[in-house]
């Protein structure tokens, strides 16, 4: 009896919550870059200004922001230029708040697919993640280049040793991002209502984050409030990029393992959940 | 584990689906349910009005499926809508997960339950080949390497950088199929895939398909209406029967199984007249046409060279010779076009069943009107019809090549008479 092949795969009933099979995402990273590549390039076909918008959407956000928080409510941005303040928060924020609105739909808008054939249900929101991520790298660069105008000015000092810790900072955003997107998406598949829920959540957590103001300014305002913002994994993120760029963030070992323990279990949660989700989904939808 | 050259073991696989309602669908109603039965209330999300046994039970989709598919075998999978075809093919290739059992597949599978399942509009035919052959699980390397031969099968040609929205419906299944057909794997599942493009594609991928199984050890599990395809590609037939499986051997002898089931059910090509209205001149009921039922699946799309079988029930009072049958062929609006007889039938009392064969191969690709004439020939060329029944509509498809042309029916007539034949030292 000569054992010809190597490969086997065993099928059963999805009982009780199963691991995640991350080997096998990994043999289909082609797949991933794929869609990242396919989300990039449809996005702007047939538009006039194209992958332009990647860049003006931030952009428009960021001066709504100034004129609305920065000159009309006058909200202190602990000294960084106020375009560049708000221009930072928009950016970070939105690479956050696009994981978690385009990762929870990912079981609704492919059904169809997911229906026909099979493929590591994990590889969509992973690769929706990535191009969230790559939208937000084409975004930094402009706040680089802003930045450096800043700089030449003498407006504004980074701490320029502590930018290697940019990729860390990301990496925590997007995987925060990609658990709580996994876990919206599996619990819509069973409750539609989610959805609509969903983008308003993400728009009060902005605000219940130091996006448009900063955390000092809430240690001011109110001690209870202050602590309350603590528990938030992205008020790490947030201040850490002002430390870096601005210089004048307020950043502290707890709120970082706070943060940490967050994503943590978040990630932990949603993927088990995910996984538990993606193996019967297709009878439910 | 793994026995001798087994790539595909189904041990006792049972899928259970949920009808009527699946949950609350919403949060707040489940949150009602819930805190309704903890504090021993009625449920205020059940439906009042509605057969309640009908909330919430299940049906079994498949019922205890064992099977085991050898290397290079090609299996058909048949039976009627509902017996669980699409449902097997779901489990194995791992789009669900079944409710019991176990299955075990060694070997990597392609699976074409729907050709060009994630083409996007706004990509180029390469860029989606790309895409597609990474959702059906290739490496990019892969596909490099097979890109030129996926290319030259699909015929798209020069239109691969062109986006797929601007291609024919017949090119984009062309170009989809040619993926799927061309990925690296043991196992390959499809699900009619085959009914797409043109006869000489449809051709294409069968011999395709054969290759792969007969050439390249592939082991090929094909579920299909189509009988002749079936016929044409499997070497074992499984059939399928309400979630369980009533017969797994001999591709013929299946395909008759799956037949016979059909037809007491009733549907499809299968005509029942026991209650059938006859018209007043023929209420004389000593010879009644109790049923008939062509071979094919359907009758919509019968090939015009392939003989078109059936079989005919026809009840009698007494013993009765020299019967004939008329099949009387006419065109769409009901006008009379041609006519196909047989004489020197003998009824004897009771049923008697006819096994009937006609040569269609005349008319021109068309939709037809039918009626089967039951007669006594009388001396002299005389006749007496018995009974006479509509026959199903039934339609023509044909092919055509560098050797025929397309028929034109307007200018030349529905009917087609047989080719000339040119006679051997004539031309002086």
Redesign the interface.
């Known amino acids: ?1 000569e ?3 190597t ?8 009982k009780g919550w199963s691991r995640v099979d991350l080997g096998e995402l990994w ?2 990273k ?2 991933i870059w ?2 990242v ?2 989300d990039f ?2 996005l702007y ?2 538009t006039v200004l194209g992958p332009a918008w990647v860049l003006i959407n931030p952009l428009l956000s960021a001066a709504m922001y100034t004129v609305m928080f920065g000159v009309i409510a006058g909200l202190p941005t602990g000294g960084a230029p106020q375009s560049l303040f708000y221009l930072a928060g928009t950016a970070v924020w939105g690479f956050f708040a696009a994981c978690i609105n385009k990762i929870s739909a990912t079981f609704t808008a492919n059904s169809a ?7 590591p249900r994990l590889a969509m929101p992973v690769s929706t993640m990535l191009s969230a991520l790559i939208n937000f790298v084409l975004q930094f660069v402009m706040f680089l280049a802003l930045l450096l105008f800043y700089v030449a000015k003498g407006e504004v000092a980074p701490n320029w040793a502590l930018t290697p810790l940019t990729p860390l900072l990301l990496a925590q955003v997007g995987l925060l991002g990609l658990g709580c997107g996994i876990i919206v998406s599996s619990l819509t598949t ?5 959805m609509v829920v969903v983008t308003f959540g993400v728009q009060l957590w902005m605000y219940g984050t130091p996006v448009v103001y900063t955390l000092s300014m809430i240690e001011g305002m109110s001690r209870p409030l202050y602590w309350a913002m603590l528990l938030n994994p992205m008020t790490a993120p947030m201040e850490t990029f002002r430390l870096i760029y601005f210089g004048s963030g307020q950043v502290t070992p707890l709120m970082w393992a706070l943060s940490l323990a967050w994503t943590a279990v978040l990630l932990a949660l949603g993927l088990s959940l995910f996984s538990k989700v993606e ?2 989904f ?3 939808v | ?5 087994t790539m595909i073991r189904v041990r006792g696989v049972k899928k259970q ?1 949920r009808l009527g309602q ?2 609350g ?4 109603g ?1 949150l009602q349910s819930w805190w309704a039965r903890k504090r021993g209330k009625e449920d205020p999300n059940t439906l009042i009005g509605t057969d309640q046994r009908l909330i919430g039970t299940t049906f079994m989709a498949l019922n205890g499926v064992s099977f085991t598919v050898k ?1 290079g075998e090609a299996v058909g999978i048949i039976g009627s809508n509902g017996a669980g075809k699409s449902t097997l093919l ?2 194995l ?16 599978v392609a ?1 074409m ?2 050709v060009g ?2 083409f ?1 509009p ?2 180029t035919g390469r ?1 989606n080949v ?2 597609n052959g ?7 390397a892969e596909i490099d390497a097979k890109m030129a031969e996926i290319i030259a099968f699909s015929e798209v040609g020069d239109f691969i950088d062109t986006p797929v929205k601007r291609y024919s419906s017949g090119m984009y299944v062309k170009l989809a199929f040619s993926v799927a057909a061309h990925l690296d794997s ?1 196992i390959m599942i499809m699900d009619e895939v085959l009914a797409v493009g043109d006869m000489k594609f449809q051709k294409k991928c069968l011999t395709k398909m054969r290759q792969a199984a007969t050439r390249d050890g592939k082991t090929v599990l094909y579920v299909s209406h189509n009988m002749a395809t079936i016929r044409d590609l499997c070497d074992r037939c499984i059939v399928l029967d309400q979630g369980k499986i009533v017969f797994d051997g001999a591709v013929d002898e299946g395909i008759a199984i799956y037949l016979a089931a059909r037809g007491q059910s009733g549907s499809g090509s299968a005509m029942d007249y026991t209650r059938y209205q006859r018209e007043s001149w023929c209420e004389n009921d000593a010879l009644r046409i109790r049923s008939i039922r062509f071979a094919a699946d359907s009758v919509e799309a019968l090939e015009r060279t392939a003989p078109v079988r059936l079989t005919m029930t026809v009840d009698a009072r007494q013993a009765a010779q020299q019967i004939g049958l008329r099949f009387e062929v006419r065109d769409e609006v009901g006008a009379p076009l041609a006519t196909s007889c047989l004489y020197g039938l003998q009824m004897h009392p009771g049923e008697n069943r006819l096994a009937l064969e006609y040569d269609l191969s005349m008319l021109s690709p068309a939709q037809y009107n039918t009626y089967f004439t039951l007669f006594t020939a009388g001396e002299g060329g005389g006749n007496s019809d018995e009974d006479c029944v509509p026959g199903p509509r039934f339609g023509i498809v044909d092919t055509y090549g560098e050797s025929r042309v397309e028929w034109n029916a307007r200018r030349w007539g529905l009917v087609q008479l047989p080719d000339a034949r040119l006679l051997p030292g004539m031309a002086e």
């Open positions: 009896m054992q010809t092949q490969y086997h795969v065993h099928y059963g009933p999805a043999r289909y082609d797949l794929l869609f590549k396919r390039a449809i076909k047939q697919i997911f229906s026909k054939v099979y493929f069973r409750y539609r209502d989610l193996k019967t297709v009878d439910t | 584990m793994q026995q001798d050259d689906y699946i949950g669908g919403t949060l707040r489940d290397k779901k489990l290739t791992h789009v669900t997960a079944p409710t019991e059992g176990d299955i075990d597949l060694y070997g990597r699976s339950l729907e399942t994630g996007h706004e990509m860029e790309y895409l990474a959702i059906l699980g290739m490496t990019r043991e």
